[in-house]
């Protein structure tokens, strides 16, 4: 499957046709979507400074939404799969958040203005109902007043509101691979004043198409809703989820072209064969919204507890006491002559005691080292950690307006992170000689990062239709407490963006168009040495790339568009060392192309409505990468990955059928090679089929 760049996706990505314009549009005038990610204050997407995309309900209710990369995989600039299907994803975004092994870093995920993303930038979505988002905005790279912390920007989940009892239905639905998925949202006034609203989902995934891959999620929510005399309004919510995921082993040369052939896995190549993590989660928060004339007042508070058992490579975590996460945003804005103040303070903490790892239990053994797990049971305790991480910011930005034409914007965050740890090290997992050998001892640490984000941005209304931005930001990137483990010398990364771009607003069109050029110091790297994983900072790396989004209703009942990323990321300063035998050596990769980030990045898509019908098909490829930091090695990538969206309503009724992958392509949405020179696969999931009906109360 060889992903070359067609001269058809060239032309639709030139001619700017938009992704935002739902086909459900039947306005003459097309409407600007609203986004408040990017500078705290609500503004048409036009005038934002900054390349940013916002994904509405329109568009979710026609897929299935079993994860977040179902709403975001046709963002530009956006790198995003799932290795499971239920609540993981692979998220990067301008090259951040490449280093994770798992989860989410170097990007701030937040849902209704509330962090979920720990102080140390680490990002975790077992605790969101997909099922009801209302909307998803997608603010990208540095001079975001919501990235505390994080150089890739950040991403809103928007849920739907107490208040809004037109968003009360039942969703039921099923499919091949053990599918099922069921979710109940019901809320209205309970008086004048007051709302209640309560939402409970269950899914589940069998995925028997490969070994080890289940998945199952249970979660409620209960939200509050009351204004105030005084025209002021206080949300509140408390929500649990259980979630349980088995997270799949990758596959050698040999396992990845049976795979293609049949579209099964059996196995891994993969030692460690029961990874996974399974997790309990309470999430409470509160937002108070008062207005006083010309001033608003915005503060909240959030605290979420957590536990989870979780097999990785080589060890096994789990809570012994639940983690906890205290927050609170305190913002203000001030609405003056000259335009709009915004202003505030966070606090977070996250407080992990007694966190402990144990060595597998169940192994299989050869001349004493270990070749393969046969459970997920835990064995001997191998280590105890103590850790607090302390995140405190101030931000502030002047959007100033010289003339009806004219938005300019100058912000500043500024946070300090300070990470305290004790750590008692019994044995650990010794890659080298593959078994288990005694461990350092007491180890403590101490460290804290000052991370100053200035902002200077500026929006111009050529006309009606066109409006240009040109920004130059800069961020400072948290390591997370693991790597900081790893690696105690790593230093913050800090990303300056230069960005011009050009956004088009028309009745039966919309664009977006953005060139930008960042330059990374001390970049974190995440380096595989025949299995050991270790972070080290790059001297310097520079990114630069183009994005174009957009869409064109070509008439009445028809709408086509498309999305294209050119990414052009390579070290400047880089000495990466390898192990070769007994040695170390640093082997100098500047010049060299960041691995995983394929060069283009493009898709298309058409939509249809007439009467009850809608339908949507859509299409994706990613072009081919580097597997490797050395560019020994390229993988082709793949093309034309194409899903179908297609539905029938009637009197609140409906019924919808969602196709991914409909042509039923067998590739890897990610391969790596180590220094060690081992190659590994990751299987794009093949064609799966769900059937829902949905009822809408009225």
Not at 110 to 136: A, K, M, Q, W, Y
Not at 144 to 165: C, M, P
Not at 663 to 674: I, N, P, T
Request: with cysteine; proline share 3%.
């Amino acid at each position: 499957m060889k992903a070359n760049r067609p001269a058809g996706v060239l032309a639709l990505a030139a001619s700017l046709a938009p992704i935002c314009v739902g086909a459900q549009q039947e306005q003459e005038k097309a409407l600007d979507a609203v986004s408040v990610t990017a500078t705290r204050e609500a503004r048409a997407t036009a005038e934002v400074p900054q390349a940013i995309a916002v994904i509405g309900k329109e568009t979710m209710d026609q897929k299935k939404m079993f994860n977040v990369k179902e709403a975001l995989q046709e963002v530009p600039g956006v790198l995003i799969d799932s290795k499971n299907g239920g609540f993981d994803a692979r998220l990067i975004i301008r090259g951040a958040g490449l280093k994770a092994a798992y989860g989410i870093r170097e990007i701030m995920v937040l849902r209704d203005g509330v962090p979920l993303t720990d102080p140390d930038s680490f990002t975790r979505l077992d605790f969101v109902d997909t099922l009801d988002i209302e909307r998803i905005e997608v603010a990208k790279g540095p001079g975001n007043l919501f990235a505390t912390g994080s150089t890739g920007g950040a991403i809103q989940i928007f849920s739907r509101s107490v208040f809004d009892d037109g968003a009360n239905h039942l969703r039921v639905g099923a499919g091949n691979e053990g599918t099922q998925n069921y979710h109940l949202r019901y809320g209205g006034k309970v008086s004048e004043n007051q709302a209640l609203a309560l939402t409970v989902t269950h899914r589940k995934m069998d995925n028997d198409w490969r070994y080890w891959n289940e998945f199952d999620t249970t979660q409620a929510s209960l939200k509050h809703g009351l204004i105030l005399g005084s025209g002021d309004v206080l949300e509140s919510e408390v929500s649990y989820a259980e979630a349980n995921i088995q997270l799949p082993g990758a596959m050698d040369a040999a396992l990845f072209s049976r795979f293609r052939d049949s579209g099964k896995q059996a196995g891994t190549s993969e030692a460690w064969k029961h990874s996974g993590r399974y997790s309990k989660v309470w999430f409470l928060n509160s937002k108070l919204e008062m207005e006083r004339g010309d001033f608003s007042f915005k503060p909240r508070v959030y605290y979420n507890t957590w536990h989870h058992y979780h097999p990785v490579t080589g060890i096994i975590n789990e809570s012994e006491s639940w983690v906890d996460n205290l927050g609170a945003d305190l913002e203000g804005q001030y609405r003056h002559g000259g335009g709009t103040l915004v202003a505030g303070v966070t606090a977070r903490r996250e407080r992990t005691p007694d966190s402990r790892k144990y060595q597998y239990r169940d192994v299989t053994l050869a001349g004493g080292r270990v070749v393969a797990t046969r459970s997920d049971k835990k064995g001997v305790l191998a280590e105890i950690d103590d850790s607090t991480t302390l995140l405190t910011g101030i931000y502030a930005q002047e959007s100033w307006r010289p003339g009806e034409r004219w938005i300019i914007d100058v912000g500043m965050r500024y946070d300090v992170v300070e990470f305290d740890n004790a750590n008692q090290q019994f044995s650990k997992y010794d890659f080298a000689s593959g078994r288990y050998v005694a461990g350092a001892g007491r180890t403590e640490l101490s460290k804290t990062f000052r991370l100053p984000a200035p902002k200077l941005a500026a929006s111009y209304r050529l006309n009606d239709s066109l409006h240009l931005f040109a920004m130059v930001a800069q961020a400072g990137q948290i390591p997370s407490g693991s790597e900081l483990s790893n690696n105690r010398s790593l230093d913050a990364p800090v990303t300056r963006n230069h960005e011009v771009g050009v956004k088009g607003r028309g009745a039966s069109w919309q664009f977006d168009a953005s060139l930008y050029a960042m330059s990374v110091r001390d970049e974190i790297v995440q380096q595989n040495n025949g299995g050991v994983t270790d972070y080290v900072n790059a001297g310097r790396t520079d990114k630069k790339g183009v994005e174009l989004a957009g869409g064109w209703r070509v008439a009445r009942d028809w709408q086509v568009g498309g999305h294209y990323a050119y990414s052009d990321y390579q070290y400047d300063d880089f000495t990466e060392p390898v192990r070769v035998g007994a040695q170390t050596i640093n082997a100098d990769r500047a010049g060299k192309a960041l691995p995983f980030v394929p060069r283009h990045q493009y898709g298309a898509f058409v939509a249809w409505q007439r009467g009850s019908w809608r339908a949507r098909l859509s299409s994706n490829s990613w072009g081919r990468y580097w597997l490797d930091s050395a560019n020994t090695e390229r993988y082709e990538g793949w093309e034309w990955v194409t899903n179908l969206a297609l539905s029938y309503g009637w009197n609140g009724h409906s019924l919808n059928l969602n196709v991914d992958n409909l042509f039923d392509k067998h590739y890897a949405f990610e391969v790596k090679k180590d220094t060690a020179g081992k190659v590994t696969y990751t299987a794009g999931a093949p064609r799966s089929v769900m059937l829902s009906y949905r009822y809408e109360f009225r």
